[in-house]
């Protein structure tokens, strides 16, 4: 069983930054594949990127690629989500997963709000 806890959201002007944050429980981080997901009002959940378990392979949706960066600090048990540029679209809330592959995800966290004003 692996907890998952997501912080760092919060209301930003477009343009601006934040980082997310996905902490986890158990000592088995290491074995999953960790994912990012949003759902906006009135919206079906969405994939925004994957890291896999070493970190080396890494993918993102085409809405965020080339301003949000995925890693994760195995020693921390923590997957991190870097937002740039950010636009008012990208409101939603974000969730944080933990999977054995990147098209099957086993545990999710609550979400954290970003809400991006224009």
């Known amino acids: 069983q692996v907890q998952l806890v997501e912080s760092g959201g919060g209301l930003v002007q477009a343009g601006g930054s934040l980082r997310l944050s996905c902490a986890a429980s158990?000592?088995?981080?290491?074995?999953?594949?960790m994912g990012w997901f949003r759902q906006a009002p009135g919206k079906e959940r969405e994939f925004v990127a994957s890291i896999s378990r070493p970190g080396f392979s890494i993918n993102y949706s085409d809405s965020v690629k080339g301003r949000f960066m995925i890693s994760r600090d195995n020693a921390k048990n923590t997957a991190y989500l870097q937002m740039e540029s950010l636009k008012p679209e990208d409101t939603a809330v974000y969730y944080c997963?933990?999977?054995?592959?990147?098209?099957?995800?086993?545990?999710w966290g609550r979400g954290t709000q970003v809400t991006v004003s224009s």
């Open positions: 158990g000592r088995t981080f290491t074995t999953y594949v």
């Open positions: 997963a933990a999977g054995r592959s990147r098209q099957s995800y086993d545990f």
